[in-house]
């Protein structure tokens, strides 16, 4: 047999049941997230999208941007490495690596044992760098205010044709490394359309994060000095 789909089948409510159960457990605390943060003041922005988008990048802009970077702490999610903890901190802010093990997600509990580690009185503004991938980012919410998508030119023009749910559950679809469109023969136009198709009501923004263009237009989308 060839040229036919596969979809998952009737019949696995108990798969189904477990799964549910899940996502509800996240979403409460999720919630305390929110209510933790709310009480402190803290504004959190969950950043996906995939390995190599520029996830660590557009963090790294947007806080060369803030005028108080005392005022600004980041989240780094990853399997096991400190990667991207390392270049935020020669950014002089507070930061913390959450190392997932083999989950490839950041979840609500992980991110609230970070937030009572990380020391959040005086921070304004939170970034989350979430686990590099399109999938299950979306399902699991983290209490974040703002959710940003990363995508970039180098990933072609159907991401968000391939991965709708990320870009239905985010704010802002950020297009990244437009300076390479040239290069790579795609047009950010037809990258912008593609997520229109699937979030007719997500704000796109074009950037390119080596030589800054469209970074501020973030932060203003975002609402952070
Ligand atoms: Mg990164
Ligand atoms: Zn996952």
């Excluded at 520029?54 to 790294?60: N, Q």
């Excluded at 390392?86 to 937030?115: F, P, W, Y």
């Excluded at 703002?146 to 991401?159: L, P, W």
């Excluded at 985010?170 to 997520?195: F, H, R, S, T, Y």
Aim: hydrophobic content about 40%.
């Amino acid at each position: 047999m060839s040229g036919e789909v596969v979809s998952p089948g009737e019949g696995e409510v108990f798969d189904i049941e477990l799964e549910e159960e899940l996502l509800e457990a996240n979403r409460r605390l999720a919630e305390e997230n929110r209510r933790m943060l709310d009480d402190l003041g803290v504004k959190a922005i969950d950043v996906m999208g995939s390995i190599g988008s520029g996830k660590t990048s557009l963090i790294e802009r947007l806080i060369e941007l803030h005028d108080r970077r005392e005022r600004v702490a980041v989240l780094c999610g990853d399997l096991t490495t400190t990667i991207d903890m390392e270049r935020i901190k020669r950014h002089g802010v507070k930061v913390l690596q959450i190392n997932t093990g083999k989950e490839c997600h950041l979840d609500a509990n992980l991110v609230g044992k970070a937030l009572r580690r990380l020391e959040l009185k005086g921070v304004e503004t939170l970034f989350i760098e979430n686990v590099g991938n399109l999938i299950c980012p979306a399902e699991f919410p983290l209490g974040a205010h703002k959710r940003v998508v990363v995508v970039s030119i180098t990933e072609g023009e159907y991401t968000p044709l391939k991965h709708p749910y990320i870009f239905m559950d985010a704010d802002i679809a950020v297009i990244n490394k437009i300076d390479l469109a040239q290069a790579m023969g795609i047009n950010p136009d037809k990258v912008a359309e593609n997520v229109r198709k699937v979030a007719p009501d997500v704000d796109v923004i074009k950037t390119s994060c080596k030589t800054g263009e469209g970074v501020r237009d973030v932060a203003e989308a975002l609402g952070i000095r």
